[in-house]
């Protein structure tokens, strides 16, 4: 994707960077073993149209709920505005737009709940602006702001779509974590809570996941110390959200880190900068101590299920760990350029994942 597309604006640069792949390999191979498609060990599908069965220039297929609901966004015809898209995975892939704000062009969707509610981003003026779509709706929501007159995104949202967490300028213009919590009536008409950064003299932080279970919010994001320097971060709430505590999840030498997602247990997932210009894949547990493992030493590791499937980037092509297993059974997608985006929890016979693959977007069943 070019660099208009992945660094929208500057409150989304670290997810920007990681939404960088190479579109340049061939789409979702053909299903030679016999296998249905979309089965585990099947061949996938490609997600490649808009609305009405348009075929598009290029798409995103970036998160898929327990329900097969994708979300994502496309490019229409070559250096075309960016649209957000839902695609209901069921007998055959269909598509489904998802406006920007009336009047404007611009619209992208990160991630999806469990009811069908995608979040995401649409222009407004010369802004970018939070929004959400509700589910089975082409209509945007504008999320409240932190500042009327800034920039702001919503990167993620818990499963039961009570939380969406993401970034928003606030009245100096610094880009802050920030939580959307839903009121009883499940609408969300509050301003983004502010999340709490405990590096000294920071002035960037953005929230890309978030997990709930009951009382207890888990948030996974990154800030920059006063040095320009990230930190992978996750933020805990045992009370529904009064109170969060920060913690530092960057270890002792790295060059850099950044957190992309924390599952209902509080395990987190991302990639640390081991050496200048070297990145991981990595886990941080749920202990106290948020002991880092490495899953791959070239990549980076976008989400995590509730099983504790995780899925990412391996030497630049997409991969599947399983972190309850010895060894984390590595299992690569396909055999050129891709990566995976996100996954849900799937069923007895395995979990679905998404992601993109020769500049389409793609589903595919893992076990």
Not at 41 to 47: A, E, L, S
Not at 76 to 100: E, I, K, Y
Not at 267 to 281: C, D, I, L, M
Not at 303 to 308: E, L, Q, S
Request: contains cysteine; aromatic residues 6%; glycine residues 14%.
């Amino acid at each position: 994707m070019k660099e208009k597309e992945t660094n929208m604006n500057n409150t989304m640069k670290y997810l920007g960077i990681f939404f960088v792949v190479a579109l340049l390999a061939a789409g979702c191979g053909s299903n030679n073993n016999g296998i249905a498609p979309l089965a585990a060990g099947g061949g996938g599908v490609t997600i490649d149209q808009a609305a009405g069965g348009v075929p598009v220039n290029s798409a995103s297929a970036l998160d898929i709920n327990d329900n097969n609901v994708v979300v994502g966004f496309l490019e229409p015809t070559a250096g075309a505005t960016f649209q957000a898209a839902a695609w209901n995975v069921g007998a055959a892939v269909t598509p489904r737009s998802l406006d920007p704000i009336a009047g404007n062009a611009f619209s992208a969707a990160y991630a999806v709940d469990d009811e069908g509610k995608a979040i995401g981003q649409s222009s407004k003026g010369t802004q970018k602006v939070a929004v959400y779509w509700p589910a089975g709706a082409s209509t945007p929501v504008e999320l409240p702001a932190l500042n009327a007159a800034g920039n702001s995104g919503a990167l993620g949202i818990s499963a039961d779509g009570s939380c969406i967490v993401g970034d928003a300028q606030d009245a100096g213009l610094a880009s802050q974590a920030v939580i959307w919590i839903a009121d009883a009536g499940g609408n969300f008409t509050s301003p983004p809570v502010v999340l709490p950064v405990s590096l000294v003299g920071s002035a960037f932080s953005s929230a890309n996941g978030v997990a709930r279970a009951g009382a207890q919010i888990s948030v996974a994001g990154v800030a920059e110390d006063r040095l320009g320097v990230a930190h992978a971060m996750v933020w805990t709430s045992t009370d529904g959200g009064a109170i969060f505590s920060a913690a530092d999840l960057r270890t002792a030498g790295e060059a850099g880190s950044q957190a992309m997602a924390v599952n209902a247990s509080g395990k987190v997932v991302g990639e640390a900068e081991t050496a200048p210009g070297v990145f991981a894949a990595v886990l941080w547990d749920n202990t106290a101590a948020h002991t880092r493992t490495i899953l791959a030493e070239n990549g980076t590791a976008s989400a995590i299920n509730d099983a504790g499937k995780v899925v990412g980037t391996a030497s630049g092509k997409a991969t599947v760990w399983n972190t309850a297993v010895q060894g984390f059974a590595p299992q690569t997608l396909f055999a050129t350029a891709s990566s995976v985006y996100g996954t849900n929890n799937g069923d007895a016979t395995g979990n679905f994942v998404v992601g993109v693959n020769g500049g389409k977007g793609f589903v595919k069943k893992v076990n």
